[in-house]
T-cell receptor
Framework: KAGVTQTPRYLIKTRGQQVTLSCSPISGHRSVSWYQQTPGQGLQFLFEYFSETQRNKGNFPGRFSGRQFSNSRSEMNVSTLELGDSALYLC??????????????FGEGSWLTVV | AQSVSQHNHHVILSEAASLELGCNYSYGGTVNLFWYVQYPGQHLQLLLKYFSGDPLVKGIKGFEAEFIKSKFSFNLRKPSVQWSDTAEYFCAVTPGGGSYIPTFGRGTSLIVHP
């Protein structure tokens, strides 16, 4: 079956703009989690959604937000972009909540460059 | 706050050599532990995980890791590496119990020469 699909794969935005990234989980998966990967900070957890509710949140400012739809697809939004938001944004899905030990499957990521 | 330390940033081995990648974490409570791998051009995938039970965990592709609670460590091992094991390896920890807020190590780049 199809894996985790993230769109767009690459995008360039200007400081101050906002961006929305999309994630389609593996069919049947109800949990979606988001991560930011940068050379400076490494891989960091953003948040997890399960059944349309945010279940866990990492240590990121309120400019980073997300949501999950009834079909489990998820979007994350970053407002008022800063240069430091340039990163690879990874989405992962699992059948159940990640805290329950369900294996998570990552997508290929969305590369965001802020200029 | 929890933290994860991977001591080896770059490791270079020849095929058939044994591998051990270190991972130490700082967190006082119950933890769940993971090793992820990212092969060149591929996405991140789970190698193995520890939630409870036997502290020696076996994962895919012949990898194993041992949770030593007293040392706050979860080292990854493989007795004989192959060229195809060339990849970036990430250790991660999340508090046990009712939350999933993983903290990742900075990663170890492994290059295996044929």
């Amino acid at each position: 079956k199809a894996g985790v699909t993230q769109t767009p794969r690459y995008l360039i935005k200007t400081r101050g703009q906002q961006v929305t990234l999309s994630c389609s989980p593996i069919s049947g998966h109800r949990s979606v989690s988001w991560y930011q990967q940068t050379p400076g900070q490494g891989l960091q957890f953003l948040f997890e959604y399960f059944s349309e509710t945010q279940r866990n949140k990492g240590n990121f400012p309120g400019r980073f937000s997300g949501r999950q739809f009834s079909n489990s697809r998820s979007e994350m939004n970053v407002s008022t972009l800063e240069l430091g938001d340039s990163a690879l944004y990874l989405c992962a899905s699992s059948s159940g909540q990640a805290l329950s030990g369900n294996t998570i499957y990552f997508g290929e990521g969305s590369w965001l460059t802020v200029v | 706050a929890q933290s994860v330390s991977q001591h080896n940033h770059h490791v270079i081995l020849s095929e058939a050599a044994s591998l051990e990648l270190g991972c130490n974490y700082s967190y006082g409570g119950t933890v769940n532990l993971f090793w992820y791998v990212q092969y060149p051009g591929q996405h991140l995938q789970l190698l193995l995980k520890y939630f409870s039970g036997d502290p020696l965990v076996k994962g895919i592709k012949g990898f194993e890791a041992e949770f030593i609670k007293s040392k706050f460590s979860f080292n990854l091992r493989k007795p004989s590496v192959q060229w195809s094991d060339t990849a970036e390896y990430f250790c991660a920890v999340t508090p046990g119990g009712g939350s999933y807020i993983p903290t990742f190590g900075r990663g170890t780049s492994l290059i295996v020469h044929p």
